[in-house]
């Protein structure tokens, strides 16, 4: 997304608008980070194609067509320099990763490898640190000793301030610790970790709760970008929701205020009718 803009705007610089693409996908994004972390790039070079898109004013072309285009990516072509932005970064606290279990190590591995491609969606490999970890790759991400700045939050579903769009867009690190809390055995560890930090201690909520935000290391990564670029918190955190999310926020609002406010529920988040009819189950109410 945005590295896609950013290399849109250098090939046009360059007059190059038109780009053979291949087998790739149809993504400025996807060809900006691989040229980064791969050794792909442009080489100019005359080949005939069929144009299935433009994006940001750049038109790409592949398979067999009629028209001819100068420029292709591929391996080993010319990488072009990109202006990558420094911030937002997103990182990863690996500091309590030795106290997990091993089942639990391997459940916040696939999630801090899961982040990755979710930084990627945004930004690139640079935007995305582990600190406190010295033994654990990640593509092209960085290991880093200290944060180098005070504008930066612990996202901690504990902490003594609600995130809302206007802290997450000025804030350039936001600090997720590399374990879950809710309702786990380490229950308060992001909490724990979050001391160590001066910054400010930042909790994500749904409608004044935490009960259906979702608590995986890539999913809150995938919530703080989408927000900082732009899209309202509700309606990110809705649309990272996995259905056990949904039931379990139902559920307690149920509960809570009555079987009356079951049909706005559904509504506001979004649920479709396989997690409806779950959720009746779970209440008890029969399905006609």
């Known amino acids: 997304m945005i590295l896609g803009k950013l290399l849109a705007e250098e090939l046009k610089e360059r007059g190059i608008y038109k780009i053979y693409i291949g087998y790739e996908k149809p993504s400025l994004q996807n060809i900006a980070v691989k040229m980064l972390v791969k050794n792909y790039g442009f080489l100019k070079r005359e080949i005939s194609g069929k144009r299935i898109g433009e994006i940001e004013g750049i038109s790409l072309y592949k398979g067999k067509g009629d028209e001819k285009v100068d420029f292709a990516f591929i391996k080993g072509g010319e990488k072009i320099p990109i202006k990558l932005p420094k911030y937002p970064l ?45 033994n654990i790759s990640l593509g092209k991400a960085r290991n880093i000793d200290n944060i180098e700045t005070d504008n930066c939050i612990v996202l901690d579903p504990y902490g003594d301030i609600i995130a809302n769009e206007e802290i997450i867009r000025r804030t350039d690190v936001f600090i997720i610790g590399g374990i879950v809390d809710k309702g786990r055995r380490l229950k308060y560890a992001t909490s724990k970790l979050a001391e160590k930090y001066p910054c400010k201690k930042v909790k994500i909520t749904l409608r004044g709760s935490i009960v ?58 979004n649920v479709n009718q396989k997690v409806y009819r779950l959720i009746l189950k779970r209440l008890g109410i029969k399905i006609s």
């Open 212 to 269: 259906g935000v979702p608590d995986e290391i890539n999913k809150i990564a995938d919530i703080i970008l989408a927000v900082k670029y732009g899209k309202e918190l509700e309606k990110a955190i809705i649309e990272t929701q996995s259905n056990s999310d949904k039931i379990a926020r139902i559920l307690v609002d149920v509960n809570q205020k009555g079987i009356k406010i079951l049909n706005d529920e559904v509504s506001w988040l």
């Open 90 to 134: 997103i990182v990863i606290d690996m500091s309590l990763f030795n106290e997990l279990d091993e089942e639990e190590k391997k459940k916040t591995l696939l999630q801090v490898n899961l982040t990755l491609h979710v930084i990627r969606k945004f930004l690139w490999d640079g935007n995305l640190a582990l600190i406190n970890s010295s």
